[in-house]
């Protein structure tokens, strides 16, 4: 079965990068599907944040404009989430999800989340 | 962005209640529901995609009907394992959004 494992820093200042991993086993991300973000603010509203698709074309949500990137490593079948000039308001718990087609935008596997907190 | 709301933040329930919850979008959705079961320092677990369609593994308890803006998740004889926070999700237009949850607590 596909497994998600989301790894980074907890804690990230004001203004500067936030960056995490997801590692991915038991699926290479280069054979299918789309790897995406989504965050869970405290409160516990969801956004979906963008996705890396299975053949390195990505989709971003607008409201994160120039601040995200996705990207990947396929020799280590990783993903990574970068999201630049964080603010207190980025704080939330981040979790990377799959979604099955690029058409059908519901998330069917998902890591365990990992908590970033923005803060100095 | 098309605005999901669950009008019920949070209820009481008893177990073997049958339970409705409900998930109206701001414009036609089309069928494209997701609903997510969450406990709590768990991930979202997907339970129903295409508004009625359960995930493999997904007791038959649960069910999703509904059309246009209005959709529901029914839980029939609510067991002590479904007590978590339920989020709908709709995926007809980009970017996917969600609804703010409903809690299921117990009497």
């Known amino acids: 079965d596909v497994q998600l494992q989301e790894s980074g820093p907890g804690l990230v200042k004001p203004s500067q990068s936030l960056s995490l991993t997801c590692s991915v086993t038991?699926?290479?991300?280069?054979?299918?599907?789309?790897w995406n973000w989504i965050r869970q603010f405290p409160g516990n509203k969801l956004e979906w944040m963008g996705y890396?698709?299975?053949?390195?074309?990505?989709n971003y949500n607008p409201s994160l404009k120039n601040r995200i990137s996705i990207t990947r490593d396929t020799s280590k079948n990783q993903f990574f989430l970068k999201l630049n000039s964080v603010t207190t308001e980025d704080t939330a718990t981040y979790y990377c999800?799959?979604?099955?087609?690029?058409?059908?935008?519901?998330?069917?596997?998902w890591g365990a989340g990992t908590t970033v907190t923005v803060s100095s | 962005d098309i605005q999901m709301t669950q009008s019920s933040s949070s209820f009481s329930v008893s177990l073997g209640d049958r339970v409705t919850i409900t998930c109206k979008a701001s414009e036609d959705i089309y069928n494209r529901l997701a609903w997510y079961q969450q406990k709590p320092g768990n991930a979202p677990r997907l339970l129903i995609s295409?508004?009625?369609s359960l995930e493999t593994g997904v007791p038959s308890r649960f069910s999703g009907s509904g059309s246009g803006k209005d959709y529901t998740l029914s839980i029939t004889s609510l067991q002590t394992e479904d007590v978590a926070t339920y989020y709908c999700?709709?995926?007809?237009?980009?970017?996917?959004?969600f609804g703010g949850g409903t809690k299921l607590e117990i009497k």
């Open positions: 890396i698709s299975y053949d390195g074309s990505n």
């Open positions: 999700q709709q995926y007809w237009s980009t970017p996917p959004t």
């Open positions: 295409g508004a009625t």
């Open positions: 038991g699926y290479s991300i280069t054979s299918g599907y789309y």
């Open positions: 999800a799959r979604e099955r087609d690029g058409y059908n935008w519901y998330f069917d596997v």
